[in-house]
């Protein structure tokens, strides 16, 4: 005798009553926006610590980065095929066992190595968010004010990552910055468990998956992410990132050939296609690129170029944080008032006029004041002397 269908859950009414999913989701989004920045002002620190040039230091970021974006859009078909919140607490579960293993690490290669791993389950987890917060509701205000919500907690994550990085190592080991994720993930997982309803059958896709598809996608990004490190790395001169380069395109005009003939595509490219759609990825990227590329190199310029210490380095950051943060509160009403095209038009001369402000007067400091006590506090374990 086959027992009776379960009822679908009901979709909660405020945002009150869902503070316990709201709250792990939030979680999620904010270990992926603190994930880079509170490492980036640790990597003069970390190259010191484990005798690493600057050059390999790059991929202490980059083997998060490479393998988040190769492999997100695979997991996302994964997850709408095994289960969202399934697939979510798997990565979660994985995230927490690579931040414990950074207590570890003794060279740089197993760092990169920690870094890949939770790459690996950030793009568990990421992509299902806000799928996941969207099913939470059944009406459209209060989708939004969710998503709205959880993206804030994202960009408070990404605005005080740096000064949080560079007060930590004031007293602590840069391993301390990793560990952080870990009661960040057992709040994601507690919040996820308790708060958002298990996966209903119903609605998992049925279609099998293109593998083929997410094999070409994969080695898409993995190469386009690659091809830039390399030129930097070997110069024009060298094969290998022309090698890298022509992979590259090779691999991407598989992919649009093979998901415009099979029958079910990892990715459906007429939506991509669409002025609207494209429009707002490109300008995703551009910005997100300008932004993360800004920090990287400002936390290496006042560290390595100035001899700041990390505590005073985050402190320089402040402005970034300070304008984040103040600013957050105000989008969505500037956004209602000037409308979505103009409000991306003034966002993003914004950003292209301060990297010209950077770009023309970035060595000049604040008022170019730089103090003789920069290299202290010292670093964790590091012999500088106190000023007198």
């Known amino acids: 005798m086959s027992s009776p269908p379960v009822a679908p859950p009901r979709p909660f009414r405020s945002l009150r009553e869902a503070w316990m999913a709201l709250t792990g989701l939030s979680a999620v989004f904010l270990f992926e926006m603190m994930s880079n920045t509170v490492l980036n002002v640790a990597l003069p620190t970390i190259g010191r610590d484990l005798a690493a040039p600057t050059a390999t230091l790059q991929w202490v970021t980059n083997g998060y980065s490479v393998v988040f974006g190769a492999l997100m859009l695979v997991f996302g078909v994964i997850a709408d095929r095994l289960g969202r919140r399934r697939v ?30 939770m790459g690996l389950a950030a793009a568990m987890t990421t992509p299902m968010t806000m799928a996941m917060a969207f099913r939470l ?81 994969t080695a898409t990004i993995v190469l386009a992410l690659v091809a830039p ?70 936390t290496l310029q006042l560290q390595l170029d100035w001899g700041w210490s990390p505590a005073l380095a985050s402190v320089g950051m402040l402005p970034q944080v300070v304008v984040l943060i103040a600013g957050g509160p105000f989008v969505h009403r500037f956004v209602e008032r000037a409308g979505i095209d103009r409000a991306a038009w003034l966002s993003a001369g914004s950003v292209v006029a301060g990297l010209a402000v950077y770009t023309l007067s970035g060595r000049l400091g604040y008022r170019g004041w730089r103090p003789r006590w920069s290299s202290w506090p010292p670093v964790c374990g590091s012999s500088a002397p106190r000023p007198a």
């Open 88 to 117: 979510m607490l798997v990565g979660l579960a994985l995230l927490g066992g690579a931040s414990l293993a950074s207590v570890a690490v003794t060279s740089t290669g197993e760092l990169i190595a920690v870094r890949a791993v």
């Open 137 to 217: 509701f059944d009406t459209e205000g209060l989708r939004v004010r969710a998503i709205t919500l959880i993206s804030t907690v994202g960009m408070v994550g990404l605005a005080i990552g740096p000064t949080v990085g560079g007060f930590v190592l004031s007293f602590a080991p840069w391993q301390v910055l990793l560990l952080v994720n870990v009661p960040i993930v057992a709040l994601a997982i507690i919040g996820i468990r308790v708060g958002v309803p298990a996966d209903d059958p119903a609605d998992l896709h049925r279609a099998p998956a293109d593998l083929t598809g997410g094999a070409l996608g």
């Open 229 to 298: 490190t390399l030129f930097a790395d070997s110069g024009a001169g060298s094969w290998a990132p022309w090698a890298a380069a022509a992979g590259f395109a090779v691999a991407a005009v598989l992919f649009v050939v093979r998901e415009r003939s099979t029958r079910h595509p990892l990715l459906d490219l007429a939506l991509v296609a669409r002025p609207r759609v494209s429009g707002g990825l490109a300008y995703k990227a551009a910005s997100g690129l300008a932004n993360a590329g800004l920090a990287y190199l400002v």
